[in-house]
């Protein structure tokens, strides 16, 4: 561990104008793959640019992203996407990053029982009841980010709000009755 990072802080990267990735608790040079794995081993870390000091995390993360599916290891479907660039600049925009922070974090709560479940082969198992949940889920979000071609009534934020509360409610509900 670098001297001057204390035990549980992130591990700075800076990233250079040639492109490198420099670590500077091993002082040394890495690559995207090598980031990749630092989040798939949860080793927390931050990416600044080295001239002028900004948090480049975020765009670091996201070039990870696309450099996966463009390896051929998509696990983004094209509906996912189409729907998330739709996203931005819709009034919902700001509420989605918390949405899908909650929607990952019910995920990895759920993966044990998800892992047990892919293991017990039992066909009643929770794994439908997981999967129904996060249906309902997509399908709410679905409904409350993208509105309905149909609709000619447009509703104030505070109503979209509203039931979008309603819905995280509902859905927190049929979590909760999965735990029992």
């Known amino acids: 561990m670098a ?3 204390k035990e549980g802080d992130p591990i700075i990267v800076k990233k250079y104008a040639n492109r490198r990735l420099y670590n500077t608790d091993t002082s040394s040079y890495i690559t995207l793959d090598d ?3 630092m989040v798939r081993s949860n080793t927390d870390f931050e990416v600044f640019d080295a001239k002028s000091g900004d948090d480049i995390t975020h765009s670091i993360l996201t070039q990870i992203i696309v450099e996966q599916e463009a390896s051929g290891k998509q696990m983004l479907p094209v509906s996912f996407l189409r729907d998330l660039i739709s996203m931005y600049g ?3 925009q700001n509420m989605m990053p ?3 922070e909650a929607s990952m974090a019910n995920f990895r709560q759920n ?3 998800l892992t047990k479940a892919f293991k017990s082969g039992i066909s009643n198992n929770p794994l439908a009841k997981i999967h129904e949940t996060n249906m309902a889920m997509m399908r709410a979000a679905t409904e409350a980010f993208i509105p ?5 009534q447009e509703d104030t934020g505070e109503d979209e709000l509203a039931a979008l509360r309603t819905q995280m409610a509902e ?3 049929k979590l909760d009755a999965l735990d029992k």
Request: aromatic share 4%.
């Open 3 to 5: 001297k001057n990072r």
């Open 35 to 37: 980031l990749a794995e």
């Open 90 to 92: 819709n009034s919902m």
């Open 98 to 100: 918390s949405y899908l």
């Open 111 to 113: 993966r044990e029982e």
């Open 148 to 152: 309905s071609k149909d609709d000619t």
């Open 171 to 173: 859905m927190q509900k």
